[in-house]
């Protein structure tokens, strides 16, 4: 089992940053890869950005140069970032962290990020 808990969401002005956190804890050696998504109201899931084991990144294009992705690892854990600037309205929404390993991905509760005019 791997747990996933993310942090950092919270109010910000249109053009404003914010930095999100997800602390991976469990069989974090089975993780293969790990990704941001996000929900707003009324829509589908949508994978915002997405990082490797190796450290290779993917990124939707709403968020090109705008959002970055990274990780931290240690022996035993695993957090993950991504920091995000020039915040738009259409940013806001529920932000998830996910971790793919050997069986169906885990999934963190998720943090909101609302983006205000």
């Known amino acids: 089992q791997v747990q996933l808990v993310e942090s950092g969401g919270g109010l910000v002005q249109a053009g404003g940053s914010l930095t999100l956190s997800c602390a991976a804890s469990?069989?974090?050696?089975?993780?293969?890869?790990m990704a941001w998504y996000r929900q707003a109201p009324g829509n589908q899931r949508e994978q915002v950005a997405l990082?490797?084991?190796?450290?290779?990144?993917?990124?939707a294009d709403s968020v090109k140069g705008r959002f970055t992705i990274s990780k931290n690892n240690t022996e035993n854990t695993v957090t993950m970032y991504l920091q995000m600037k020039n915040l738009k309205l259409e940013d806001t929404g529920v932000y998830y962290c996910?971790?793919?390993?050997?069986?169906?991905?885990?999934w963190g509760q998720g943090t909101q990020v609302t983006v205000s005019s």
């Open positions: 469990g069989r974090v050696f089975s993780i293969h890869a």
């Open positions: 990082i490797s084991r190796g450290g290779s990144t993917n990124y």
């Open positions: 996910t971790a793919y390993g050997l069986g169906s991905p885990y």
